[in-house]
């Protein structure tokens, strides 16, 4: 794997390629809130041969820049990664997104259909309230706690995140990583930003315009989610047409680090569809 930037109107974002090309379609991977493209390492050691494998970190996470004053809403990180696309050559893409990451993809299908030969949605933010009671309240309680110590900020973003896991080592390890960026006072300044970003009147518009996509959708959910049941998988399936549902037993939400090999054989039907 080798990991460049690029600087898009004057932001870098960090991204890594993998695989190899080939007759293949491109594949391009998204993560959720509060991680970074550490989440598909072990799903990308699986993928098939003879497909170009990218894999971002989304403005604000990993090794991108922090967002300063730019937008964080969904339809903004999409409009940065139809930049990438461009900038890398990729005019189609088959696009797998987290969490977060989903609602990014979702916007990049409905609004520019041509770019998204087929789609996965995993474990994704979708429609009218996929926000969680912690979510919202820290959402409301932000003129506070974006003065409090990174430290304190981050140990309830820990404690939350945790809960996604059903292996606590497997949990230490990853949000110890994704955490770094966060560590400092201008890391807790971007993930304030990040939470205030966490709203649902962008899921709710697309929600209303999933049933006119056309490419293959996988639709992907852990059994155990605490965070996104799996209800909300189902509704997600049902509003596209000719969707699959693949729901990974005894996963939670962070499935690519949990059940790599599930969600790799998923996204190997997908394409192949």
């Given at each position: 794997m080798r990991g460049e930037f690029i600087d898009l109107d004057g932001?870098?974002?960090?991204?890594?390629?993998?695989?190899?090309?080939?007759?293949?379609?491109?594949?391009?991977?998204?993560?959720?809130?509060?991680?970074?493209?550490?989440?598909?390492?072990?799903?990308v050691s699986l993928m098939p041969q003879g497909h170009r494998l990218v894999v971002l970190d989304l403005l604000g996470y990993?090794?991108?820049?922090?967002?300063?004053?730019?937008?964080?809403?969904?339809?903004?990180?999409?409009?940065?990664?139809?930049?990438?696309?461009?900038?890398?050559?990729i005019s189609s893409t088959c696009l797998v997104g987290h969490g977060l990451g989903g609602g990014v993809a979702q916007w990049l299908?409905?609004?520019?259909?041509?770019?998204?030969?087929?789609?996965?949605?995993?474990?994704s933010i979708a429609f009218d309230r996929w926000t969680t009671r912690d979510v919202r309240l820290a959402r409301a309680t932000l003129p506070l706690t974006r003065h409090l110590p990174p430290a304190w900020l981050l140990s309830m973003v820990r404690a939350e995140m945790e809960r996604g896991y059903a292996d606590a080592v497997r949990a230490t390890h990853a949000i110890d990583r994704y955490a770094?960026?966060?560590?400092?006072?201008?890391?807790?300044?971007?993930?304030?930003?990040?939470?205030?970003?966490?709203?649902?009147?962008?899921?709710r518009g697309l929600g209303a315009q999933l049933g006119t996509l056309s490419m293959p959708v996988s639709v992907i959910w852990g059994e155990n989610d605490p965070f996104l049941p799996v209800a909300l998988g189902r509704r997600l399936a049902d509003a596209i047409r000719g969707a699959t549902l693949d729901i990974i037993p005894g996963a939670r939400h962070f499935l690519p680090e949990e059940a790599p090999r599930q969600v790799a054989d998923s996204l190997t039907a997908l394409i192949a569809r």
């Open positions: 932001a870098r974002l960090y991204y890594y390629a993998a695989g190899s090309r080939g007759a293949g379609e491109p594949v391009v991977f998204l993560h959720g809130f509060a991680t970074s493209s550490h989440l598909w390492r072990d799903v990993g090794r991108s820049d922090p967002p300063g004053t730019r937008s964080l809403t969904l339809e903004a990180h999409a409009q940065r990664v139809a930049a990438l696309l461009d900038a890398l050559g299908a409905v609004h520019q259909p041509r770019r998204v030969s087929s789609l996965a949605l995993l474990a770094r960026p966060f560590s400092s006072e201008a890391g807790r300044d971007a993930l304030v930003r990040h939470i205030a970003a966490l709203g649902t009147h962008e899921t």
